[in-house]
């Protein structure tokens, strides 16, 4: 049975270091020493893999720096509850394959266990920022965007605006620190 493809937009990883990792621990990394972004930029600079400490999960490659990434998923039924989920992710990492290697064939960097807080995609360096439900803003203000299958609930209960990037209309919330509110 072949995999289906479905866009789920793109994102830019500034530093030059994408990483993908369990949600509910990003912000644990200091914890045990090093900040996320030094261990990701480590594992890239190897041309990427899997970083592991305790509960704290990630897989992080190098990516071109400040352009658009394009991110794709393919789904399989939940042996839970035979829902669709995304199985696959893909990356579209904006760099060239390395001399021998054949560009058709996939790269396994590592695989990372379910989260049920979901997991997280971004720059390497803006992840050390994250500050987890708990955490304390660290410029006393917050961005939020919703989307996903209950987007549309979200917004009918909670409000926000249409958050436009690249001229793209994108997913509804707040833009807390760029617009100045409080």
């Known amino acids: 049975m072949g995999e289906t493809f479905v866009g789920l937009g793109s994102i830019t990883a500034p530093s030059g270091v994408l990483v993908l990792g369990m949600a509910s621990w990003i912000d644990y990394w200091p914890e045990f020493g090093q900040p996320l972004s030094e261990r990701a930029r480590t594992v890239a600079a190897e041309g990427g893999g899997h970083l592991h400490e305790w509960l704290c999960e990630a897989v992080a490659v190098p990516a071109a720096a400040g352009r658009p990434l394009t991110v794709r998923g393919a789904t399989s039924p939940s042996p839970f509850d035979g829902e669709q989920t995304i199985a696959v992710l893909e990356i579209g990492l904006g760099l060239p ?12 960097l ?14 390497a360096a803006g992840l050390d920022a994250w500050t987890g439900i708990d955490g304390k803003s660290t410029d ?5 965007t919703y989307r996903g299958r209950h987007a549309d ?5 909670f409000g926000g605006e249409r958050i436009t990037r690249h001229g793209y209309d994108g997913p509804r919330g707040w833009l807390r620190g760029a617009t100045g509110q409080e």
């Open 153 to 157: 609930q979200a917004y009918a209960r």
């Open 110 to 123: 590592g695989d990372l266990p379910v989260d049920r807080c979901g997991m997280v995609v971004g720059d």
């Open 97 to 108: 394959w390395p001399d021998g290697r054949d560009p058709a064939v996939p790269v396994l």
């Open 140 to 144: 006393g203000l917050a961005d939020v």
